[in-house]
């Protein structure tokens, strides 16, 4: 079936570093979605990508899909502590179902 | 206020008693979704629908059932709960790409 994979499963960085998650597909995608869930909370959706090669900033992040539409990432630039949670890839492959990925728990060290 | 609202939040049930995840969203959105998060699994969707009377089912629709009679409104059926629908259960809905998630529903099914 259609899947995507996400790396790593956790994270721990002190306040200050940079921060990377992976998300890939063995298929092309349609568009991928990222969102950030809060320790006891729900997913909020972050941004969308659409576009092959596309980069958008939103203040510290920075995200990118991949040129040919198979992966995608997220960094952060900086980790500040209200970075802490677990950031989740999301990718579309041309249906309406939406793929998650297992997601990426971020912890950071003060 | 726009929002996504679920109830009950916490429920404990004994297997195969039917329940119902009450979903409804005020945003007026045409899509709304199930999810169901497992640790280490990510988020799951259980099932979408288009828009009123249009449902699908996503990835792992097998022991439940929905309904879409009116916009607003996306409820969740167990007919028949079993412990392995143990889960913390979200409900979406959107217009565009942005998905707005409820708080999330915790099921315990002893």
């Known amino acids: 079936g259609q899947q995507v994979m996400q790396i790593p499963q956790y994270q721990h960085v002190q306040e200050g570093e940079d921060f990377t998650t992976y998300c890939n597909s063995s298929t092309t995608l349609s568009n991928i979605q990222w969102y950030k869930q809060r320790p006891g909370g729900h997913p909020v959706f972050l941004i969308q990508l659409v576009k092959s090669g596309e980069v958008k900033k939103q203040k510290r992040l920075t995200f990118q899909f991949g040129e040919a539409k198979k992966n995608s990432s997220l960094h952060i630039t900086a980790t500040q502590t209200t970075d802490v949670g677990t950031y989740f890839c999301a990718g579309n492959f041309g249906n309406e179902k939406l793929t998650f990925g297992t997601g990426t728990r971020l912890t950071i060290i003060p | 206020e726009a929002q996504v609202t679920q109830n009950p939040r916490y429920l404990i049930t004994v297997t195969g008693k039917k329940l119902t995840v009450t979903c409804s969203q005020n945003m007026n959105h045409e899509y709304m979704s199930w999810y169901r998060q497992d640790p280490g699994l990510g988020l799951r969707q259980i099932y979408y629908?288009?828009?009123?009377?249009?449902?699908d089912k996503g990835d792992v629709p097998e022991g439940y059932k929905v309904s879409r009679k009116e916009k607003r409104n996306f409820p969740l059926i167990l007919e028949s709960p079993s412990p392995n629908q143990t889960s913390l259960y979200f409900c979406?809905?959107?217009?565009?790409?942005?998905?707005?998630f409820g708080p999330g529903t915790r099921l315990l099914v002893l």
């Open positions: 979406a809905s959107s217009l565009r790409e942005t998905q707005y």
């Open positions: 629908s288009m828009n009123v009377e249009v449902t």
